[in-house]
């Protein structure tokens, strides 16, 4: 079992950058998956970015590719969502999620089979 926390959320313009962290505490001797999702008000939950435990293999949605970057800190077992040229449309509460896995790549995230969950974290692009 694993507690994740996120930080870095906030208020920022079209075009800024916002850098979310998800710090991972608990069973971390395990392997997980690790993603991010996000969900606007009236929407549902959408993966945002995934990626293993070895860090070795990474996923991203369509609407984020070439924008955002994930990356996971063995040391600190803390993920990294870096968001870059952020859009109105990223405006939403943003979520790290783990899976028990030793999967060497992610073909597709699905949120419902992610047990655990953070408390979620706001972003918000004004354009």
């Known amino acids: 079992q694993v507690q994740l926390v996120e930080s870095g959320g906030g208020l920022v313009q079209a075009g800024d950058s916002l850098r979310l962290s998800c710090a991972v505490s608990?069973?971390?001797?395990?392997?997980?998956?690790m993603g991010w999702f996000r969900q606007a008000p009236g929407k549902e939950r959408e993966s945002v970015a995934g990626i293993t435990w070895s860090g070795r293999s990474t996923y991203y949605a369509d609407p984020v590719k070439g924008r955002f970057a994930i990356s996971r800190d063995s040391a600190k077992n803390t993920v990294y969502l870096q968001m870059n040229s952020l859009k109105p449309e990223d405006t939403a509460v943003y979520y790290c999620?783990?899976?028990?896995?030793?999967?060497?790549?992610?073909?597709?995230?699905?949120?419902?089979?992610?047990?655990?969950w953070g408390q979620g974290t706001q972003v918000t692009v004004s354009s």
């Open positions: 608990g069973r971390t001797d395990s392997s997980y998956v």
């Open positions: 999620a783990a899976k028990l896995s030793w999967a060497l790549k992610i073909a597709i995230m699905q949120a419902g089979t992610y047990g655990y």
